[in-house]
């Protein structure tokens, strides 16, 4: 029998308590995740842990669809959680919904 994964939608937060460009941490059923608003107002998350030493990823510099780790410069895509190469390692990203003005992950 295939193991199956149930996702739950959870209400995060409103859109206008994100701002273009500033990662926000919030803490969702105990886990630490990094919010990002881009200059395209999507809203992305990934886990708030660099892949390489578990850095801060809400206290990075955002460019673009990618923040800096504050620890040791990694440049990690906020799409999918993956390290720009030469680096190597992911952290995890989950979807994100907006509906009307409320903000929901998928946990």
């Keep these: 029998m295939a193991e199956?994964?149930?996702t739950t939608a959870v209400y995060v937060a409103d859109v206008e308590e994100f701002t273009k460009g500033i990662p926000k941490e919030?803490?969702?059923n105990g886990e630490s995740i990094a919010f990002f608003k881009t200059n395209s107002d999507k809203i992305r998350a990934i886990r708030n842990s660099?892949?390489?030493k578990?850095?801060?990823?809400s206290q990075g510099i955002?460019?673009?669809d990618y923040v800096f780790c504050p620890l040791h410069d990694w440049?990690?895509?906020t799409v999918d959680?993956?390290?720009q190469?030469?680096?190597v390692g992911c952290t995890h990203s989950y979807s994100v919904q907006v509906e009307g003005s409320s903000v929901y992950i998928q946990i």
Excluded: N, Q, W
């Design 81 to 83: 959680g993956k390290a």
């Design 75 to 77: 440049k990690i895509s």
């Design 62 to 64: 955002v460019s673009g």
């Design 54 to 57: 578990g850095g801060p990823l």
């Design 85 to 87: 190469a030469p680096d």
């Design 4 to 6: 199956t994964t149930e």
């Design 26 to 28: 919030i803490f969702v």
């Design 50 to 52: 660099c892949p390489h």
